[in-house]
């Protein structure tokens, strides 16, 4: 099996079920011209992602990685008219391009916090803006098992994480990998294991974007 053939089932597969979306394209086309990564979930993830929100029945939802909103506009899109999301980057450029883009698909309930996710995740456990329905975590790997601990503060039972990366094309089955990005994700997973108020998974993807995975993560006990 070859990336050629995970992004031409990917393609298929988005041209079933997803069909054209012009704010979505619009997002990776102006997230592009701007320099930024291309390093969003894929179509096909973005649409899981939505459709476990709605599954959820999230009205409040806290993203960590904002990027150029990729994930944001599928993810603010299951929400409720009332409902709020929270997104938190660190680099102004690509809040600003987010924000544009957020625009752009007509979002309006979606706020960005400029920031180190860690500054931005105590500010809302200081300022008591949990619990969160679904939260989604993506920012930088070796800040995961921290990102972990202020989730879980801003969590209720039945609160759904969901943590993207973290099988970095195998790498995290290798305990000798010295990459910082898999120390940091197999830190996590470890982390992730022990802990006692959740249940867990991780399912490796493979698609346009590669071979990773994403874990799931239901908070079980305050
Ligand atoms: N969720 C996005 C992709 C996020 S990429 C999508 O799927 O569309 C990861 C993002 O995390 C980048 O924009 C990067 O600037 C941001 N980031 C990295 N370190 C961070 C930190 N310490 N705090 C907040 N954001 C951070
Ligand atoms: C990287 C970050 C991501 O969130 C992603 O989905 C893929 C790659 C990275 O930093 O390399
Ligand atoms: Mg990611």
């Known amino acids: 099996m070859s990336q050629e053939q995970w992004t031409a089932v990917d393609s298929y597969i988005a041209d079933l079920f997803l069909g ?27 649409k899981l992602l939505h459709l476990l929100a709605r599954l959820q029945g999230a009205r409040k939802i806290l993203e960590i990685g904002t990027l150029g909103g990729y994930s944001t506009i599928w993810l603010a899109r299951a929400l409720p008219a009332d409902g709020h999301l929270i997104s938190l980057e660190l680099d ?11 625009d752009r698909a007509g979002v309006k309930n979606a706020e960005i916090l400029l920031g180190r996710a860690a500054d931005s995740l105590q500010q809302l456990v200081l ?7 679904l939260i989604f975590i993506d920012a930088d790997k070796q800040g995961y098992s921290d990102y972990l601990q202020w989730s879980l503060k801003l969590s209720r039972r039945g609160t759904l994480i969901i943590a993207d ?6 790498g995290v089955a290798d305990p ?14 470890e982390v992730l294991a022990a802990e006692k108020r959740v249940t867990s998974t991780a399912i490796q993807t493979v698609g346009s974007k590669g071979y990773d995975g994403l874990a799931f993560i ?3 006990a305050d």
């Not at 300022?127 to 329905?133: I, V, W």
């Not at 990998?177 to 197999?186: F, K, L």
């Open 92 to 102: 102004p450029k690509h809040a600003e391009v987010a924000r544009a883009n957020l």
């Open 176 to 189: 000798a990998n010295t990459d910082a990005n898999v120390q940091g994700i197999r830190r996590f997973n």
């Open 127 to 133: 300022e008591k803006r949990g619990p969160f329905d």
């Open 165 to 170: 990366n973290v099988v970095r094309n195998g």
């Open 20 to 46: 054209h979306d012009a704010a979505l394209e619009a997002a990776l086309t102006s997230s592009a011209a701007a320099g930024l990564p291309a390093i969003s979930v894929s179509p096909t993830q973005g």
């Open 218 to 220: 239901l908070v079980t």
